[in-house]
């Protein structure tokens, strides 16, 4: 008798790995977590990772997780999503040439700009941390003979059973890939970039293995979970929230402010720090200003918080007119590397202070969402909110009112969970169905 379907995603950053089951109606049936060793820093802007140190995390918490389940519950399909940029170079058979370079790695400043001379504007491969960067800085690094250029999520996937040389289009987007004309442009031949090392992108759950016999009896899981093409972390963060119409957006309240707004059409104007990520037949549109919670506390203890939002009146705004930040420079929604904080006025009682600080940070993210609809992103209808400062009721009462919208709640808040939705998005097809379909049509 069949058990009860559901669906696995597993989170997998830098500092842990996080797995979760949900059942088709969303509902969390189990969830594992285990920590990482921190990364490896240098002098030199590098930050690195034995990508082992994923493989065996990836393990234990799907082991937890597959411990956790009753019997009666029948794991369909899994999905992963890593961190954005982090690259890794391999021999044809998946071995891992190097130590994985983390997406903060910015060793490849000289790389970077021989991108931004042949590379169009809206490109997401541009910048000294962009994983097209890291492969340009590996191949002369004496690696030029690498067989495959994987993301974190895509080599975890292949370690399970998926073939070597496959990522999704969210990963790949910072590899090069062209979202809009879902191909590898040719302009990455401008840059000696052999076709042959990039993976075949796939839509993200897209099915494009089972998991390999002997780990699904190590691991306690059946040899007929399908594997998916994944996403990176923000998406998959994303995707859990419930956010899916055009107008709906999801604001990150983190040590930073992240925007990311469903769009029917793809926006891009890096003038303003603009980009679009694909999520099937829409897009997601947002941008990351340099805002957020970490200007509250370079001001205020945790204590301070948490006692003067309790004590703040949302409805009686300070006046005061501040764009909140911790140094000079901002990304979006002004992208100007020199734009300096305002943050005067400083009223002499520091629960206004605060409370100017709020309004400040709620006027930078209106002023971001506006901006989306100027360059061409569906208007704003309703928002969701993620990260610490979604638990803070009195800051969003006051965000509700400056955006004027219905701040929605989110359906959830990790990225696992997001993950364990895309596993569950195209459930009805096997992976040998697929790559059946797909070798007909090559």
Same mark, same amino acid.
């Given at each position: 008798?069949?058990?009860?379907?559901?669906?696995?995603?597993?989170?997998?950053?830098?500092?842990?790995?996080?797995?979760?089951?949900?059942?088709?109606?969303?509902?969390?049936?189990?969830?594992?977590?285990?920590?990482?060793?921190?990364?490896?820093?240098?002098?030199?802007?590098?930050?690195? @990772?034995?990508?082992?140190?994923?493989?065996?995390?990836?393990?234990?918490?799907?082991?937890?997780?597959?411990?956790?389940?009753?019997?009666?519950?029948?794991?369909?399909?899994?999905?992963?999503?890593?961190?954005?940029?982090?690259?890794?170079?391999?021999?044809?058979?998946?071995?891992?040439?190097?130590?994985?370079?983390?997406?903060?790695?910015?060793?490849?400043?000289?790389?970077?700009?021989?991108?931004?001379?042949?590379?169009?504007?809206?490109?997401?491969?541009?910048?000294?941390?962009?994983?097209? /960067?890291?492969?340009?800085?590996?191949?002369?690094?004496?690696?030029?003979?690498?067989?495959?250029?994987?993301?974190?999520?895509?080599?975890?996937?292949?370690?399970?059973?998926?073939?070597?040389?496959?990522?999704?289009?969210?990963?790949?987007?910072?590899?090069?890939?062209?979202?809009?004309?879902?191909?590898?442009? @040719?302009?990455?031949?401008?840059?000696?970039?052999?076709?042959?090392?990039?993976?075949?992108?796939?839509?993200?759950?897209?099915?494009?293995?089972?998991?390999?016999?002997?780990?699904?009896?190590?691991?306690?899981?059946?040899?007929?979970?399908?594997?998916?093409?994944?996403?990176?972390?923000?998406?998959?963060?994303?995707?859990?929230?419930?956010?899916?119409?055009?107008?709906?957006?999801?604001?990150?309240?983190?040590?930073?402010?992240?925007?990311?707004?469903?769009?029917?059409?793809?926006?891009?104007?890096?003038?303003?720090?603009?980009?679009?990520?694909?999520?099937?037949?829409?897009?997601?549109?947002?941008?990351?200003?340099?805002?957020?919670? /970490?200007?509250?506390?370079?001001?205020?203890?945790?204590?301070?918080?948490?006692?003067?939002?309790?004590?703040?009146?949302?409805?009686?705004?300070?006046?005061?007119?501040?764009?909140?930040?911790?140094?000079?420079?901002?990304?979006?929604p002004v992208a100007d590397p020199d734009l300096p904080p305002r943050l005067t006025p400083r009223p002499a009682d520091r629960k206004t202070f605060f409370q100017a600080l709020l309004e400040g940070i709620a006027a930078v993210e209106k002023l971001g969402y506006?901006?989306?609809?100027?360059?061409?992103?569906?208007?704003?209808?309703?928002?969701?909110?993620?990260?610490?400062? /979604?638990?803070?009721?009195?800051?969003?009462?006051?965000?509700?009112?400056?955006?004027?919208?219905?701040?929605?709640?989110?359906?959830?808040?990790?990225?696992?969970?997001?993950?364990?939705?895309?596993?569950?998005?195209?459930?009805?097809?096997?992976?040998?169905?697929?790559?059946?379909?797909?070798?007909?049509?090559?």
């Amino acid at each position: 008798m069949a058990g009860i379907p559901v669906y696995l995603g597993v989170d997998v950053g830098t500092s842990g790995a996080r797995a979760l089951a949900i059942d088709t109606a969303g509902t969390v049936r189990g969830s594992a977590h285990i920590a990482l060793p921190a990364p490896t820093c240098t002098d030199n802007g590098g930050q690195q @990772q034995a990508p082992e140190l994923w493989w065996r995390a990836l393990l234990a918490v799907l082991r937890q997780l597959a411990d956790a389940l009753p019997p009666a519950l029948e794991p369909k399909a899994l999905a992963l999503d890593g961190t954005s940029g982090t690259l890794l170079l391999t021999d044809r058979n998946g071995y891992p040439l190097h130590p994985a370079l983390l997406y903060a790695d910015r060793r490849a400043a000289a790389q970077a700009r021989r991108i931004a001379a042949v590379a169009p504007a809206q490109s997401g491969a541009h910048g000294a941390t962009s994983a097209l /960067a890291k492969l340009l800085w590996l191949r002369e690094q004496g690696l030029a003979h690498a067989a495959h250029a994987l993301h974190q999520s895509d080599w975890l996937l292949g370690r399970l059973g998926a073939p070597w040389g496959v990522s999704d289009e969210n990963n790949a987007l910072k590899l090069g890939y062209d979202p809009v004309a879902r191909a590898w442009p @040719q302009w990455l031949g401008e840059l000696d970039v052999p076709p042959d090392m990039l993976p075949q992108v796939y839509e993200p759950g897209t099915p494009v293995g089972l998991l390999n016999g002997e780990l699904a009896a190590h691991l306690g899981l059946p040899d007929s979970l399908t594997l998916v093409a994944g996403t990176t972390d923000s998406v998959a963060a994303f995707i859990a929230t419930g956010a899916r119409t055009p107008g709906d957006g999801v604001t990150s309240l983190g040590s930073t402010l992240a925007l990311k707004l469903v769009s029917s059409r793809p926006v891009f104007a890096p003038e303003m720090g603009i980009y679009s990520h694909r999520l099937g037949h829409l897009w997601l549109a947002g941008g990351a200003s340099n805002t957020g919670g /970490a200007v509250l506390r370079a001001h205020f203890s945790d204590a301070e918080i948490a006692r003067f939002s309790l004590a703040i009146d949302p409805h009686a705004p300070t006046g005061l007119d501040y764009y909140p930040l911790s140094r000079p420079g901002e990304r979006f929604p002004v992208a100007d590397p020199d734009l300096p904080p305002r943050l005067t006025p400083r009223p002499a009682d520091r629960k206004t202070f605060f409370q100017a600080l709020l309004e400040g940070i709620a006027a930078v993210e209106k002023l971001g969402y506006a901006r989306l609809g100027e360059a061409g992103a569906d208007t704003l209808q309703s928002v969701r909110s993620v990260g610490g400062g /979604a638990v803070n009721t009195a800051w969003t009462t006051l965000r509700a009112h400056t955006l004027g919208v219905p701040m929605s709640p989110a359906t959830h808040s990790a990225a696992a969970y997001g993950a364990a939705v895309l596993a569950r998005q195209r459930s009805d097809e096997t992976a040998h169905q697929i790559l059946e379909r797909d070798n007909r049509e090559q």
